[in-house]
């Protein structure tokens, strides 16, 4: 007697392609609903081997080939990253670079000196605060929407100053903008060192903060004025990187204009000294643009070990520490 043709039943599994994909099943291997499946798909030659099909591209043909570090990947992405920006690129001055104590520093940042970074070293601080100022964003404009009005106006582009003829100008993003105060807020992800330097009472009921940070927020006070608003007061706010907010701080004085005024005069007598000092062809006269040496120089981006400053960079305060350690020596 002549076994009966078996049929074939096609697989319930919604991502099979049929029977070139899984082979479709010969109705004996129906079984009843399991797991809300009717069918339970028999395996096949050819379904094993869809399932070794690499997807995107395997590297490693020995499945028991440790995978690479994926640390080392990011650090190379982020690097690129980093390096792709515009910011990264950038030969004009922004509000947070003009407050800088050292000179020299802004010189070189106008003449496009190349900067001294770590290879394949992506600057994960700065990084991170990139990242914790889209989620200050969002949180603004969440408070926003709640209140039902505008409070924050939010990194808005600010014109600090028009410019001088051919000379560009100066402008920013400033992070916030409080109309309830009339206060510019700008914020600072730090870590517990910085906060501990930020606590450290220099005056009563003031904190300790750096030159820089404090023109810049009067900077942004002179874009928020020029934009037609009334300043008031301007704001630090530092924000932890620790586990805890509650660690967060913040400093407030009121708005200066003149503060403002005085990193602009200062901006543009640095472009009419590169214009008048012939530091292409004489690398050596950067060494007469003034500097000013401290603790700032640790993260200076033009900083070099050795010799004197030039087109390649400057040594910082490294000749300052050994004129002091030589000064104890001989006291």
Not at 145 to 155: D, H
Not at 218 to 239: D, K, T
């Amino acid at each position: 007697m002549t076994a009966p043709a078996k049929t074939q039943q096609p697989c319930d599994d919604p991502f099979c392609s049929g029977p070139q994909a899984c082979g479709w099943l010969p109705v004996e291997h129906i079984r009843p609903n399991q797991g809300g499946r009717g069918i339970v798909p028999k395996p096949t030659t050819a379904s094993v081997a869809v399932a070794q099909t690499p997807v995107g591209g395997i590297v490693a043909t020995d499945a028991s080939t440790k995978p690479d570090s994926t640390v080392e990947t990011m650090r190379e992405v982020l690097t690129s990253l980093d390096a792709s920006r515009p910011r990264s690129m950038q030969t004009t001055l922004g509000p947070s670079e003009l407050g800088t104590p050292c000179g020299r520093q802004i010189a070189m940042k106008l003449a496009g000196v190349p900067r001294q970074l770590p290879a394949n070293r992506p600057p994960w601080a700065p990084m991170q605060g990139t990242a914790i100022h889209g989620l200050m964003e969002e949180a603004l404009e969440h408070h926003n929407t709640q209140l039902g009005r505008e409070r924050w106006i939010i990194e808005q582009r600010l014109e600090i100053d028009p410019g001088l003829h051919d000379t560009p100008g100066i402008s920013g993003h400033g992070d916030a903008f409080d109309t309830d105060w009339a206060m510019v807020v700008d914020w600072k992800f730090v870590g517990t060192t910085a906060l501990r330097e930020v606590k450290r009472k220099t005056i009563p009921n003031e904190l300790l903060v750096k030159p820089d940070y404090r023109v810049q927020a009067h900077l942004y006070g002179l874009g928020h004025e020029r934009a037609g608003r009334e300043v008031r007061w301007v704001r630090l706010v530092f924000l932890a990187r620790s586990h805890d907010y509650n660690d967060s701080a913040e400093w407030t004085e009121r708005y200066d204009p003149e503060i403002a005024h005085k990193a602009v005069a200062r901006y543009y007598a640095s472009l009419d000294m590169l214009g008048k000092l012939p530091l292409a062809a004489t690398p050596a006269l950067w060494a007469a643009v003034p500097a000013t040496p401290g603790k700032s120089c640790d993260w200076c981006p033009f900083r070099r070990a050795g010799g004197p400053a030039d087109a390649t960079g400057c040594p910082g305060d490294s000749q300052a520490k050994i004129d002091k350690q030589v000064a104890g020596l001989i006291a």
